[in-house]
Each structure stands twice: as structure tokens, then as C-alpha cells.
């Protein structure tokens, strides 16, 4: 057997054409399988071929194309355009790569022949077994092809149906989109249409509207007109008769005070007794009464004691009104019907002043209280005079609020006070103090808050303290003033 140490081969340089393209720059790996059958090694076992792909694929777009809009239906078949597209390209990769296999094969079949003119013995036959695994990796090569091409004719196919169904989809996007369109500029339309009624509309209404008033104004100034030309004199002649008697009737109650006081003291014979001190003012509601000196022998009232109490006659219990120890009371509505009797302690005497008869209420109060009890909440304007005992800075306005379940005191957007009716809140009007005490009262919501309160009028005043005890009597509540509940024997 010859042996040979060394073989030597060039490869002609034109054996492999110049304008061939290797997609790689290794040649494939293969190993032999059973029935020595030549088995290329896959890189990725996991990856599914390309047929199984575009199957997958369609599959998957003719399951969603029912429930797809047509929007996202167009854009599904643009992706699987894409993809097909992909596919493709892929495709004629791998169709340059096999045309690279079969130059390959056809210069390794080249070498193995001609090497095997050169060699024998053990070398001959290891160059006949390569030919021979050549030769069979041609035929496998071949069955990929024809596989290659079918695939190619499927992907083609598809993604002819693909392209079309894209552009029917993109067809039915613009009808959809131009149909969208002429939607909306009706809707608009119609929306412009409704807002030009609205507004001729609103027109015709304010212009109705203002005919409306100018001509009530117009009756209203007839009439005003028509009753200054008949009756100017005969209302200016009733309102000064009116003030005059007022006038007259305050100089007569004055006088029949005066001579009442006179007819008692002649009852009790006491006509020749010198008389010290007297009570003067209106016995009525919305007043105040006081106390001076009638002699030049009185002993000044600063230095005295007086405390004043009320009665339902000048003999039955007489009931003493806590707080009222100044010379000077406003009686407040819980006195009217009842006799206010003052009590003056001098030096070793103690002299006792009777008002003539019982208060009287104020003409017109009743139906006034009554007017406001058919409201829900009634507001008065107060200013706070003194908090908890101490004499309020503040002069600022607050507003009352006096409903049916509670009493509130506020000045805008502040509470001040707050409560409901209960047996701890006390109302009534302020005992003692100067001229001004005929409009204030004296509030405590609860134990340890109290608020004297100043208001705009006398009428007012008495309203409010009324108006209370009128919600709060509805509630079980009986509002007073302090220990107004506890009364005194004489």
C-alpha cells in the first residue's frame, strides 16, 4: 500500500464564480444520521418554519376579522402586509443562501474528484466516502429547494390576498371617515340651527319683557299722576291731623297719669305727707320709666338702694325682677297687664313708688309678632353692646337670626352664637342702664355666654323678645328672664 505523507491542492481561482453572494461566512455545520443519511444541525429548534408562521398568522386575522373595527382591521392587514413582505425577503435569503450551498457542493465535488485521481489505499476510499456524503447532501439540498419553492408560492399568494385586503380596508376606512364627516357637519348644523332658534328666541322674550315694564311703568306713573291731580291736599291734611292727634294724645295721657297718681295718694291720705321721690314716663310697652326726686329733702339716689318689682295688683305678691336695681326701667313685654313697683332704701326709711295701673302694650305689636310668627326666620339688626359681662369694642353690625328651633347671631360669614331652645337660654329686656334701655335685650344662648344686644327700634326690640318665647313655648320652652320663675312675698 502506498502511503502519502503529504497532498498538496490549489483551487483554481475562477472555480467559484464572482458574482456568487454568501450569506455567511462559515460553511454549514452537518452530521450523519441514521442510514447515514446526511442531517443539517438548525440553530434554533424552538423556531417555527415559515409555512407554520403564515398559517398561524392567517388563522388569527380570520378569527378577529368579525369582531375588528375597520379601522383596527386595516391595520391588522397593514401589519400582516408587512410581515408577508418580510417573509419574502426572507425567502429569497434563503434562496441565495441555497444557490451558495449548491456552488459549494458543486467545487467540494470538484476537489474530491480531482483529489481522488491522486490518491490510493486508505485515502482513496475516505475520498469516495466524501463524495458519496456530498452527492446525498445534493439530493437533500435539492428536496429543500422544491420545499423553498412551494413556500415562496404560499407567501406570494398570501400576500397577494393580503394587499388586497388591505386596500379594501383602507377603502372602507375613507367611507367610514368621509360618512363620519358628513355626520358631524350635519350634527353641527343642526347644533347651529338650535342655537340660532335659542337665541331669537331669548330676543323676542326680552323684548316682549321690556315692552311689559315700560308700559306697567307707564300705568303706574298714570296712576301716581291721576292721584296727585285728586288727592295731594286731602292726604297731606290727614297726615298732620294724625301727627297732631299724637300729640294731643301724649299731653292727655300725661295729664291723666298725673292725676291718677294724685287720686291715690288722696285714697291713702297722705295728701299733706311730703312725697320724696316719683316714678315718671309712659306706662306702657316700648317706654321707660324713672325714678326722681320730688323734694329738696330726698336723699340723692346714687346713695339709696332701689330694686323694682312687678304684680298683678297693687295687694296680691309682688315678684321680684332680678338685675333691675337702677333708677331708671324699660318694661318689657313679660310686664304688660302687671303693676311695676320700686322699692328705694334711703338712710332709715324705706319708700315704696306704685306705678297707676298695669303697662299697657304697644298699639300695633300683637299683629306684628303675629305677621312674623307665619315665617320660617326672622332677622334683626343688633349691635353688640356687651359680651359675657364686658363692654364690647365693637360697634359693628351683626344680624340676629331668630327661627323656629334655634336662635343664631352672626356677623356675615362668623357665628357668633348659636343654639337651640333650651332651659338653659334666657331672654329679656335689659334691667337698668340709661335712656337707651327701651331697645336693649339681654341674651344668654347658655350657661356661661351672655350678649346684650342693642337694636334699631323699641318696636323691634319687643318683636324679638316676643317673637322667642312665642317659637320656644312651641318647643315646651318657657324663656324668661334670670329667676323671672321665682316670685317674692310682700
Not at 294731643?248 to 295721657?253: D, F, G, I, P, R
Not at 323694682?308 to 309682688?318: C, F, G, L, V
Not at 299697657?360 to 300683637?366: I, N, Q, R, S, V
Not at 336662635?407 to 356675615?412: F, P
Request: net charge negative.
Amino acid at each position: 500500500m502506498t502511503m502519502l505523507s503529504r497532498v498538496s491542492y490549489t483551487m483554481p481561482k475562477d472555480a467559484v464564480s464572482a458574482d456568487v453572494f454568501f450569506a455567511s461566512s462559515r460553511f454549514p455545520n452537518y452530521k450523519i444520521g441514521a442510514n447515514n443519511q446526511i442531517v443539517e444541525v438548525k440553530e434554533d429548534s424552538k423556531m417555527s418554519t415559515m409555512k407554520d408562521m403564515v398559517a398561524k398568522e392567517t388563522a388569527l386575522l380570520l378569527e378577529q376579522q368579525k369582531r375588528l373595527s375597520v379601522r383596527d382591521l386595516a391595520s391588522k392587514f397593514e401589519k400582516g402586509l408587512a410581515a408577508a413582505v418580510k417573509l419574502s425577503d426572507e425567502a429569497r435569503l434563503k434562496e441565495a443562501a441555497s444557490l451558495e450551498k449548491h456552488v459549494l457542493l458543486k467545487n467540494l465535488r470538484d476537489a474530491l474528484d480531482a483529489l481522488r485521481g491522486r490518491v490510493a489505499g486508505k485515502n482513496k476510499e475516505d475520498v469516495e466516502e466524501a463524495i458519496t456524503m456530498v452527492e446525498a447532501l445534493a439530493v437533500q439540498l435539492t428536496q429543500r429547494e422544491g420545499e423553498l419553492i412551494q413556500e415562496k408560492a404560499e407567501v406570494k399568494k398570501l400576500a397577494s390576498f393580503l394587499k388586497q385586503a388591505s386596500e379594501d380596508a383602507k377603502r372602507l376606512v375613507d367611507e367610514e371617515r368621509a360618512f363620519a364627516r358628513d355626520e358631524i357637519e350635519n350634527a353641527r348644523a343642526a347644533v347651529q340651527r338650535v342655537e340660532e332658534a335659542l337665541q331669537e328666541h331669548e330676543r323676542m322674550s326680552l323684548s316682549s319683557v321690556n315692552q311689559d315694564v315700560e308700559e306697567l311703568m307707564k300705568e303706574v306713573q298714570e296712576a301716581r299722576r291721576i292721584k296727585m291731580l285728586h288727592q295731594p291736599s286731602r292726604v297731606m291734611d290727614m297726615e298732620h291731623e294724625l301727627q297732631a292727634l299724637r300729640t294731643q294724645l301724649a299731653e292727655k295721657s300725661k295729664h291723666s297719669l298725673q292725676l291718677q297718681k294724685e287720686l291715690a295718694i288722696t285714697k291713702k291720705g297722705e295728701k299733706n305727707a311730703p312725697q320724696l321721690y316719683d316714678i315718671d314716663g309712659p306706662e306702657s310697652l316700648g317706654s321707660y320709666l324713672r325714678i326722681y326726686p320730688c323734694s329738696d329733702n330726698a336723699p340723692e339716689l346714687s346713695g339709696c338702694t332701689i330694686q323694682w318689682y312687678r304684680s298683678t295688683s297693687e295687694d296680691d305678691k309682688k315678684e321680684l325682677i332680678s338685675g333691675a336695681t337702677k333708677s331708671i326701667y324699660a318694661p318689657e313685654p313679660f310686664d304688660v297687664g302687671r303693676i311695676l313697683q320700686a322699692e328705694i332704701l334711703a338712710v332709715d326709711q324705706i319708700i315704696t313708688l306704685t306705678t297707676s295701673g298695669p303697662i299697657d302694650p304697644a298699639a300695633g305689636l300683637g299683629n306684628y309678632v303675629e305677621a312674623l310668627v307665619r315665617r320660617h326666620e326672622t332677622e334683626f339688626n343688633v349691635v353688640i353692646i356687651q359680651m359675657n359681662g364686658t363692654d364690647h369694642e365693637s360697634q359693628s353690625i351683626h344680624v340676629l337670626h331668630i327661627g323656629k328651633m334655634r336662635i343664631k347671631l352672626c356677623r356675615g360669614n362668623t357665628t357668633m352664637a348659636k343654639e337651640y331652645y333650651s332651659h338653659s337660654m334666657q331672654i329679656c329686656g335689659v334691667r337698668g342702664g340709661g335712656n337707651a334701655a327701651a331697645q336693649a335685650v339681654y341674651w344668654q344662648p347658655k350657661v356661661g355666654i351672655s350678649f346684650v344686644l342693642a337694636f334699631e327700634s323699641e318696636r323691634e326690640r319687643n318683636a324679638a323678645i316676643m317673637l322667642a318665647r312665642r317659637f320656644a313655648f312651641d318647643c315646651n320652652i318657657m324663656l324668661a328672664g334670670p329667676d323671672d320663675r321665682s316670685s317674692t312675698g310682700s
